[in-house]
């Protein structure tokens, strides 16, 4: 897990740049990253953000061809460079932490992030 260590700045804000580019502000609307814990409690719990969250793992639009949300979201982060499984679970992990109403911060901890991407990387692993 020390792979973890060197993800979490660059990785995860380029995370946060990709959600919100993929689903754009008319869908998802922006939140500063300072806010108050009120405020960004306010925006996860709106129906924007909650079909965000929802609609992680679907695709894009009706066509059969289209790829998953989440998907588009590692293309913009990686740009078509190779990544780990450990990487792709990062991303996964800070996707569902951002947007996941029942995480009451956008702070991403270092123990939450830990946990969730080892519970990722052994449901590759199963898959």
């Known amino acids: 897990m020390k792979q973890i260590r ?3 700045g660059s990785l995860a804000s380029k995370t946060r740049e990709s959600i919100f580019s993929t ?3 008319l869908t998802l609307p922006s939140i500063n990253t300072n806010a108050n814990p009120s405020e960004i409690a306010e925006w996860k719990k709106s ?3 909650f079909s965000c969250y929802r609609g992680l793992f679907n695709k894009m639009d ?3 061809n289209s790829p998953l949300m989440i998907s588009r979201i590692i293309e913009k982060v990686f740009q078509g460079k190779k990544y780990s499984n450990t990487e792709f ?3 996964v992990a800070v996707c569902k932490t951002i947007l996941d109403p029942e995480h009451d911060s956008l702070q991403l901890k270092k123990s939450t992030m830990k946990r969730k991407v080892k519970g990722y990387l052994v449901s590759f692993v199963i898959l």
């Open 47 to 49: 129906p924007e953000v």
């Open 6 to 8: 060197s993800l979490r």
């Open 89 to 91: 679970a990062y991303v």
């Open 62 to 64: 009706d066509d059969i």
């Open 23 to 25: 689903y754009g502000e």
